[in-house]
C-alpha cells in the first residue's frame, strides 16, 4: 500500500490507527517531511506501531522524503542509493523466496518533467539486471487524468516501454 500524507508529522496518530485497522504489513510514504534528524523521533514514534518498523530517506530541507513502515517480521533491509538523481527514492530489499526489490519514488514539482523522464529513464536502465522482483510505488506529480498532455503521453510512453 502506498500513501502521499503531504506531512506526516500531523498524521502520525491517523496512520497509525490506518496501518492496525487494515492489517498492513508494507506501507510505502511519499512527501514525509522529516528531516532525518533526532527532531523527528517523536513523531515516528507516533507513526509507528508496535511490532513494526521504519526506514526513510528524509530530505534535510523542508519537504519531500520518502519511507517504509513494515511489520518488523518481514526481513527487510535499505539498499544505498545510486546514481545522483534529482528525484527522491527509497530502495528495500524484502527479502523471502525471492527477494523484492521495493522502491518508494517522489518527484517534486518543481523538477520539470522532461529533465524527470530522462533521469527515470537511466533509473529504470540501472534496474533491468537486479535478480528478483520489482515493485515500484511513486508520486511523479503529474495529473495523469489529463490523456492529452504532452508529460502524461512521454511518461506513459517510458513506463510502457519497460512494460510498467
Known amino acids: ?23 498492513i504489513d508494507i506501507l510505502c510514504i511519499t ?9 523527528d523521533n517523536p513523531i515516528i514514534s507516533e507513526l509507528v506501531p508496535p511490532g513494526y518498523s521504519f526506514l526513510q530517506n528524509a530530505r534535510p530541507s523542508r519537504g519531500g522524503g520518502t519511507a517504509i513502515i513494515y511489520r ?49 529513464s537511466e533509473f529504470l536502465e ?12 511513486r508520486d511523479f506529480n503529474v495529473h495523469m487524468e489529463k490523456e492529452d498532455d504532452c508529460d502524461v503521453i512521454g511518461l506513459n510512453t517510458l513506463l510502457t516501454s519497460y512494460d510498467l
Not at 500500500?1 to 492489517?23: R, T, Y
Not at 512527501?31 to 527532531?39: A, D, H, Q, S
Not at 540501472?126 to 515500484?136: D, F, P
Open 126 to 137: 540501472s534496474l533491468s539486471t537486479r535478480n528478483g522482483r520489482i515493485l515500484i510505488t
Open 72 to 120: 518488523s517480521s518481514l526481513h527487510v533491509q535499505m539498499v544505498p542509493t545510486h546514481g545522483d538523481f534529482s528525484f527522491e527514492y527509497l530502495e528495500c530489499a524484502v527479502n523471502s523466496l525471492q527477494t523484492l526489490h521495493l522502491f518508494v519514488v517522489y518527484r517534486a514539482p518543481k523538477l520539470r518533467v522532461p529533465s524527470f523522464l530522462v533521469e527515470f
Open 31 to 39: 512527501e514525509t517531511w522529516l528531516t532525518g534528524t533526532p527532531k
Open 1 to 23: 500500500m502506498s500513501l502521499k500524507p503531504w506531512f506526516v508529522c500531523n498524521k502520525a496518530l491517523c496512520i497509525f490507527d490506518f496501518i492496525n485497522e487494515h492489517d
